[in-house]
């Protein structure tokens, strides 16, 4: 794979046209985080 999970989840996040949601890496891995939500 060309990329890993952090530039494949911004690059299908740019594809889709969301630009309000990031990817952030914790200790137990990537996840989104509901509370963090902006409108």
Known sequence: MP?????????????KGLQNVMIEQTKIGDHYDLNEKKS
């Open 3 to 15: 990329f890993n999970g952090l530039e494949f989840g911004n690059l299908i996040l740019k594809e």
